[in-house]
C-alpha cells in the first residue's frame, strides 16, 4: 500500500513538471510570436516610410521633363529668390 502512494507521489511530481514545462514551453512560444508580431509591425512601418518618402522622390523626378530630374532642379531654382542685389528705386546725385 504504501508503495502505491510513493508511486502516486512521483506519478503526480512528474506530473505537475511535465504540466510546468508545458507552460514555459507556451510561454516562451507566445514571446517568440509577439516577438515576431512585434519585429513585422516594426517593418511594416519601415517600408511604409520609405515608400512614402519614395513616392515624394519619384514624384518629384517625374514631374520634370528628364528621366534624371536636371530640368526639375533648375526649376525649383528659379523660382527661387534671386540672390543678386536688386536696383535702387531712387538715384542718388553725387
Known sequence: MEQRSVFANFREKNFKVCVRNVVCLLE????????????????????????????????????????????????HTSLMPSMQPKPCIKSYKR
Open 28 to 75: 516562451n512560444q507566445a514571446l517568440k510570436w509577439s516577438n515576431r508580431l512585434l519585429f513585422t509591425l516594426w517593418m511594416c512601418f519601415i517600408l511604409e516610410e520609405v515608400s512614402f518618402f519614395l513616392r515624394k522622390g519619384l514624384n518629384l523626378v517625374s514631374s520634370g521633363t528628364s528621366i534624371c530630374g536636371v530640368e526639375d532642379a533648375l526649376l
